[in-house]
């Protein structure tokens, strides 16, 4: 098939979680929910270093109001810096016009040096100004239609503050400007509204509203422990308790909400696990599974960087060490659709097969030329291509034991060069290429 396109890759960012992805079929990774800033800088650093699979960036937002808080200089500044970010929170909430003026700015930028649309990770910043989405929305209009990839800003079931307000806003400002809005992991933001989430989308694309979404096959979310909607305060609105949380540097599930406001003090961009729907709860697995199966949703992982007790691994080491931890959505998720969704006849393989590769490419498209050239294969399309066996494919990584390739992915080859042979990856193959937007500055790489 064609090799699958991954919209939602934060673990493209280090080499360790590139190859796990590459061992699970995938041949093209981007990091579009949160993105990169400074562009141009991050694309050459990941170009210096090398992946197994291609790579690409969103100009991210949230960077850009980092950077306008601190006064940092663009150029002095790396998604590295994200802990540094987090351990304020003068970024998170209303910027006078000024502000919002230099914001747009670094994203206008960025967008020049070619990002593949913008990354609004609203629920991190779940007090930015309104208008500028709506400004980022009329940006990307002037970069043929690049998308806007949106995590909502709030996430709770009900009230002013419901996630059903939150899908709601990001319609408007896609109805209001034209612009494409992309609905990142629609399953994790909706939980137990999936089904009015998806009918919402649903008439708003029939109204000729440019929305697409994303989802992926698991009941746990992953994230920053620091993140807004984990604060002690929302756990209640969000229907889950702090014993809902699994602290991974630690791998304690935290006990209590002083426990978990100690830890998102002293460590905010520490990852966890929430979870969200019961995957063994057979009313939580059939929400899961219509966001999953859905004609219109493309499947994407959202996985996060691999890391050995508190560090993230950045070293150049295959395989993994055996106590290397991350959700198993980043090891697993495209074998387990074709194992445990196309054997069981919920999904038909050419489904599979489509939004697993097909629709991620159809999505970024419009605005990114690179892209008619994957997703297929057909005389003179790039020669991304994963082969699989249909009898035997399946994901092995749990929650308990993430770190475990999946089963019955024999081969994937990017830009024509093997990554993946008879089941096991090349360590010394990085033929991965960027993936860029067509604004690209003169005279950068």
Request: aromatic share 6%.
């Amino acid at each position: 098939m064609p090799g699958f396109i991954d919209l939602h890759a934060h673990a493209v960012l280090t080499l360790a979680g590139a190859r796990m992805e590459a061992t699970d079929g995938v041949t093209t990774a981007l990091e579009l929910e949160l993105g990169a800033l400074p562009v141009g800088k991050s694309y050459d650093r990941m170009a210096s270093k090398g992946r197994p699979v291609n790579f690409g960036f969103s100009v991210s937002w949230l960077f850009a109001r980092g950077i306008v808080a601190q006064g940092t200089p663009i150029e002095d500044f790396s998604p590295d810096d994200w802990a540094a970010v987090m351990q304020r929170t003068n970024w998170q909430g209303y910027f006078p016009p000024e502000k919002s003026k230099q914001v747009l700015d670094l994203i206008d930028q960025g967008l020049r040096e070619g990002a593949l649309g913008v990354g609004a990770s609203l629920g991190y910043m779940p007090d930015a100004n309104r208008e500028e989405l709506y400004d980022i929305a009329l940006l990307t209009k002037k970069y043929g239609d690049s998308p806007t990839y949106v995590h909502i800003r709030r996430n709770e079931p009900y009230g002013p503050n419901s996630n059903l307000a939150a899908h709601e806003e990001v319609i408007a400002v896609a109805a209001m400007t034209g612009a494409h809005m992309h609905f990142c992991h629609l399953n994790s933001n909706a939980t137990r509204h999936i089904p009015e989430m998806i009918a919402a989308v649903e008439e708003a694309r029939r109204l000729g509203v440019n929305i697409t979404w994303e989802a992926y096959p698991y009941g746990a979310a992953s994230t920053i422990i620091g993140a807004a909607f984990l604060r002690p305060e929302n756990l209640a609105d969000m229907g889950i308790k702090s014993t809902d949380i699994l602290y991974l540097k630690t791998g304690e599930r935290v006990a209590t909400n002083e426990r978990l406001a100690e830890i998102q003090k002293e460590d905010p961009s520490g990852f966890a696990f929430a979870y969200l729907l019961n995957e063994d709860d057979p009313k939580d697995k059939a929400l899961l599974d219509q966001a999953v199966v859905h004609p219109d949703s493309a499947i994407a992982t959202d996985a996060i960087p691999w890391q050995v007790g508190p560090d993230l691994i950045q070293s150049d080491v295959w395989p993994l060490p055996a106590d290397a931890v991350a959700h198993p959505r980043g090891a697993g998720t495209h074998a387990r659709i074709l194992g445990r969704y196309v054997r069981t006849g919920q999904l038909s393989m050419m489904d599979a097969i489509s939004k697993m590769s097909l629709i991620p490419a159809q999505i970024l498209e419009p605005s990114v030329p690179q892209m008619k050239n994957k997703g297929r294969i057909k005389v003179g399309a790039d020669s991304d291509i994963t082969i699989f066996d249909a009898a035997t494919v399946i994901d092995r990584a749990t929650y308990q034991k993430p770190n475990q390739t999946s089963a019955g992915i024999r081969y994937v080859i990017v830009n024509g060069v093997p990554v993946v042979s008879e089941g096991e990856l090349i360590p010394d193959a990085k033929p991965g290429q960027p993936i860029r937007g067509p604004s690209v500055v003169e005279g950068t790489k």
